[in-house]
């Protein structure tokens, strides 16, 4: 299993930055990929960001050009640079970490990132 856990979240301006990390802990070796979604209020998660094997990266076109997803293997942390944050950004933020053989996905309990205008 893996288990993860967010930071970072908080209550920021509109304008204004924030950076979320996600510490992976348990059998990380068998992460392939590791990813940022965040919900709204409302039924639907989406996907945020993308990191996977080789460091190939992919985002939501609402964040593109704001948003920058990395890892550090080493320590096992993922974070999400926020820049230029807007008000519909506002979000419960979770990290999801997807293992393989067999697949299966792992998710944080995520933190909540409030922009206000």
């Known amino acids: 299993q893996v288990q993860l856990v967010e930071s970072g979240g908080g209550l920021v301006q509109a304008g204004g930055s924030l950076r979320l990390s996600c510490a992976a802990s348990?059998?990380?070796?068998?992460?392939?990929?590791m990813g940022w979604y965040r919900q709204a209020p409302g039924p639907q998660r989406e996907l945020v960001a993308v990191?996977?094997?080789?460091?190939?990266?992919n985002y939501a076109d609402s964040v593109k050009g704001r948003f920058t997803i990395s890892r550090d293997n080493a320590k096992n942390i993922l974070y999400l640079q926020m820049n230029s944050l807007k008000p519909e950004d506002t979000a419960v933020y979770y990290c999801q970490a997807r293992v393989g053989a067999p697949v299966a996905d792992y998710w944080g309990k995520g933190t909540l990132v409030t922009i206000s205008s």
């Open positions: 348990g059998r990380t070796f068998r992460i392939i990929a």
């Open positions: 990191i996977a094997s080789g460091d190939s990266t």
